[in-house]
Nanobody, 114 residues
């Protein structure tokens, strides 16, 4: 059974930075995609960034140039480096591994104060 463990959330002032690591354990098949999604109160969950097992990345337009996703295939970890954070980045951030199985982490709160 695959499990994802997230960490790194917290409270930061606008303009600050946070790094969100996510570690996957269990039977992980390739090819796959690991990514970070977020969900703000009253809004749908949305993709923030993803990276394939081949290293191809995808970013939401609202984080272009501010966030960077990276991956350590040997350790089955993915990291989201978030810079120049804005109050509108406040949300619960979820790590995801897919497509099969489709696994979600428990979520980590990111709060950006103005």
């Amino acid at each position: 059974q695959v499990q994802l463990v997230e960490s790194g959330g917290g409270l930061v002032q606008a303009g600050g930075s946070l790094r969100l690591p996510c570690a996957a354990s269990g039977s992980i098949f390739s090819p796959n995609v690991m990514g970070w999604y977020r969900q703000a109160p009253g809004k749908q969950r949305e993709l923030v960034a993803s990276i394939t097992s081949g290293g191809n990345t995808k970013y939401a337009t609202f984080v272009q140039g501010r966030f960077t996703i990276s991956r350590d295939k040997a350790k089955n970890t993915v990291n989201l480096q978030m810079n120049s954070l804005k109050p509108e980045d406040t949300a619960v951030y979820y790590c995801n591994l897919g497509p099969l199985p489709d696994v979600w982490g428990q979520g980590t709160q990111v709060t950006v104060s103005s």
